[in-house]
């Protein structure tokens, strides 16, 4: 009746079942509602929709299917502000930089280019001649080598840090990816350290067996139930160069979440500085103080990084490195700072292992976390790294 | 039986559409929102509008799913053996039947409200796919089903502290409770305080969404501390005047104890307060 309106849920990722839809054509056939469109959108969003994260994308579907509105894909898609671009770039270029733009083929093809560019190029790149990264010799990129580059971010010439010319909504991680993941919650298990704490509610059989035979009478022995006593604090990079990492990061986000009795959460952007947020959205004005973490969380801790650790150096080692704002401490002292306070703290890489010794920044938060808790982000590496934490 | 909201409760069109369809297609209801907006009332409600007796469970993070069932006493059967007690030969009488059985054995349609599902052990609503799809269960000590003369109204809160496994999901009905608009806002005030002052409610509402607003607060007032606080404005007769002036001096609602529950939300609040009294100094010289 309306397989169309089902398939296209699950096409735009609403985890509907095939139970759900029978039990919508079930209501309709026992007259649960008035036969109104109103009354139908209702019914079906109770019983198609199970979680409050969907109920953006449930809407979209339904206008979609039942009005004939616009695709919902439309709406994901991200725009590329092309006189922002220019109106950002013309500010630090000089006139002479300006003519070797024209050498190129002119402001507007060199634009156009980019833009292309952008929405052709999906990863984060690095090194090579083309694509937009950092380290190359593309025109378009950060701290790369080409003269007649158009810097996006990254060192301006007074030694101030430019913002990034893209304030991109990150969307923030979705927590409900639970493709795959179950390895990972396995290997996260190993983290669990059972603790008896609370009321004693439950019976200790050896203990009750022992007094028993003590008192010469029957003596019920209880003792609290064993719990997961972990406590884990997340540092997500996000945004910039995790974007191509932001899958993996999600699943492991999403395993994480059922696995701990307290697991705390925090983003921050390449390289740890004096503020972290929760929100992504929100991530300009609601910030959370580095030092606050410090304070709070207890040594007893355990920290897990994640992020590629892959930037330019000086946004490790110098004031001001970072590539969104002024940071008045290098990020090497916040990380410092962390590994003092932090005895079990690890930092998982989604980059493969063999880039590691070849990018300079990798290895200078290998230096300062320790060489042996940087952790690739695979089964394998996810084990290594519970494993260090659960000593 | 339909349930078509009550004087004390407002209820929206989505709200009533998701309650009906679990009664007639005898699904349990999982109701989620911001805490305070009414989650464990709607359970109330639909009991008093239906006229059914309502059987609550409030869920707490010790609860077990087999104690919604039953539980069996067998450190009081031994203790009652040691002591000669005759009592119990019989294993019945260490049979304690939990909230579900007796919501089996209701002859009339009971509401069963499990409180707070989201507060129990992961495993909890797993444990219980059985009983609430089938509504029957079998008692082991007892060699005995129980299986539910009427199929309970279920209702079920939570308050999204865990996720909730999809096996269950997909056995219930959802409905998230979205934070009111000001004019459902404006329903729920009168329903709950019948002729009240309409200017205290407009000013008081005013400040109420510009807290909500404010970024970074740890727990956003919602519509249950909005009727506290309307309540401590009403007994203490607050003159509507004292909301309205936005003297930055007293940028702190009176009676803010009631909306801001949070000793930082507080700080945050006396902080913006001394900024704003700046800026007006500032302006003013």
């Known amino acids: ?391 | 039986m339909r349930f078509e909201g009550t004087k004390d409760y407002v209820a929206t069109e989505d709200l009533k559409v998701a309650v009906n369809a679990a009664i007639t297609l005898e699904r349990p209801l999982l109701v989620k929102g911001e805490p305070g907006t009414g989650k464990t009332m709607l359970a109330i409600e639909v009991a008093k509008s239906l006229g059914a007796p309502l059987i609550e469970w409030h869920v707490k993070s010790t609860t077990k799913a087999v104690q919604g069932l039953y539980e069996y006493d067998a450190v009081m059967r031994l203790r009652d053996s040691q002591l000669g007690d005759t009592r119990s030969s019989d294993i019945a009488n260490y049979i304690k039947r939990g909230k579900l059985w007796e919501a089996f054995e209701s002859d009339v349609r009971p509401v069963l409200l499990i409180d707070e599902v989201d507060k129990a052990d992961i495993e909890f609503p797993n444990d219980l796919l059985q009983e609430l799809d089938r509504m029957e269960f079998y008692v082991y000590e007892l060699d005995r089903t129980i299986k539910a003369k009427v199929r309970p109204v279920i209702l079920i809160t939570s308050n999204n502290e865990k996720e909730l496994p999809d096996a269950f999901l997909r056995r219930c009905f959802f409905h998230y409770i979205r934070f009111p608009d000001e004019e459902t806002m404006r329903a729920i005030v009168e329903s709950h305080y019948p002729g009240v002052k309409t200017r205290l409610v407009n000013e008081a509402l005013k400040i109420f969404y510009d807290i909500r607003k404010v970024p970074g607060l740890k727990k956003k007032p919602s519509t249950s501390e909005l009727l506290d606080w309307l309540k401590l404005l009403l007994t203490d007769d607050i003159d509507p005047e004292t909301l309205k002036s936005r003297d930055p001096s007293k940028l702190i609602p009176p009676m803010h104890g009631a909306l801001l529950k949070n000793e930082a939300d507080v700080m945050l609040f006396e902080r913006l307060a001394f900024l704003a009294r700046r800026e007006q100094r500032g302006g003013g010289s």
Not at chain 1, 214 to 221: F, N, T
Not at chain 1, 242 to 268: G, P, Q, V
Not at chain 1, 269 to 276: A, I, K, P, T
């Open chain 1, 1 to 391: 009746m309306f397989q169309r309106f089902f398939t296209e849920l699950r096409a735009a990722r609403v985890p509907v079942s095939l139970k759900e839809y029978l039990v919508l054509v079930e209501a309709l056939e026992k007259d649960a509602i008035a036969p109104n469109v109103e009354q139908f959108y209702y019914l079906s969003r109770a019983t198609l929709v199970k979680d409050e994260r969907h109920l953006d994308k449930f809407d979209r579907v339904f206008g979609h299917v039942f009005k004939g509105l616009d695709s919902a894909a439309e709406a994901v898609n991200a725009e590329i502000p092309a006189e922002w671009l220019r109106a950002l770039t013309e500010k630090f270029l000089t006139d002479e930089e300006k003519a070797q733009i024209e050498a190129l083929g002119g402001w507007d093809k060199l634009m156009e280019t980019l833009k292309e560019r952008l929405e052709e190029q999906k990863e984060r790149h690095q090194g090579g001649n083309k694509w937009i990264g950092t380290g190359g010799t593309s025109p378009y990129g950060n701290s790369g080598y080409n003269p007649e580059g158009v810097r996006i971010g990254g060192e301006g010439g007074q030694r101030k840090a430019v913002k990034v010319w893209d304030k991109r909504e990150y969307k923030n991680l979705d927590d409900s990816v639970e493709l795959g993941v179950r390895n990972i919650k396995v290997a996260l298990r190993r983290l669990r350290k059972f603790a008896r704490t609370g009321a004693p509610d439950e019976l200790d059989l050896d203990g009750t067996i022992k007094t028993s035979a003590r008192q010469g009478y029957l003596d019920i022995v209880m003792r609290p139930e064993r719990r997961n006593a972990v406590k884990v604090l997340l540092l997500l990079d996000i945004g910039g160069s995790m974007d191509s990492h932001i899958k993996l990061c999600e699943e492991l986000f999403s395993a994480a979440r059922t696995e701990f009795k307290s697991l705390e959460f925090f983003y921050f952007h390449n390289c740890l500085y004096e503020s972290v947020w929760k929100d992504n959205r929100r991530r300009h004005d609601e910030k959370t103080m580095t030092w606050d973490l410090l304070h709070k969380y207890p040594s007893d801790y355990r920290i897990v990084f994640v992020g590629d650790a892959t930037m330019s150096p000086y946004e490790i080692t110098y004031p001001g490195g970072s590539v969104e704002h002024w940071n008045e401490e290098p990020g090497a002292i916040w990380l410092q700072r962390f590994a003092d306070v932090y005895e079990r703290m690890v930092w998982l890489n989604p980059t493969p292992r063999a880039h590691w010794d070849h990018t300079p920044s990798i290895q200078l938060v290998r230096e300062i976390i320790g060489p042996d808790r940087m952790f690739s982000l695979t089964i394998e590496g996810l084990d290594g790294a519970m494993r260090e934490l659960s000593r």
